[in-house]
């Protein structure tokens, strides 16, 4: 059988403490300097990584459009002319 659990009883003092810690989230000049100094890394990071995103994308999409330039397009470009060689016949 398992052992009985035990109560708050035993321990009256806990909860007026931990009701006070929680309470006042203070904080002291050298903690809001070291969040200021951990947002400013984390927004150069996060601009370094959306620039770094932009120019792939450009660099990406400026190769599918001189590729897909230079193929002609999802177009056979010998299956057009014949197809305008029977229109001039007619």
């Given amino acids: 059988m398992s052992a009985p659990a035990t109560t708050a009883a035993h321990e009256p003092h806990a909860a007026p403490e931990t009701a006070s810690a929680v ?16 947002d400013a890394r984390a927004v150069t990071v996060i601009g370094k990584m959306l620039v770094g995103f932009f120019f792939y994308s450009l660099l990406i999409m400026s190769a599918v459009a001189i590729w897909t330039l230079t193929r002609g397009g999802q177009v056979d470009p010998h299956a057009q002319t014949s197809h305008h060689a029977e229109e001039a016949d007619e």
């Fill in 23 to 38: 309470a006042t989230p203070e904080f002291d000049s050298r903690e809001k300097s070291m969040f200021g100094q951990d």
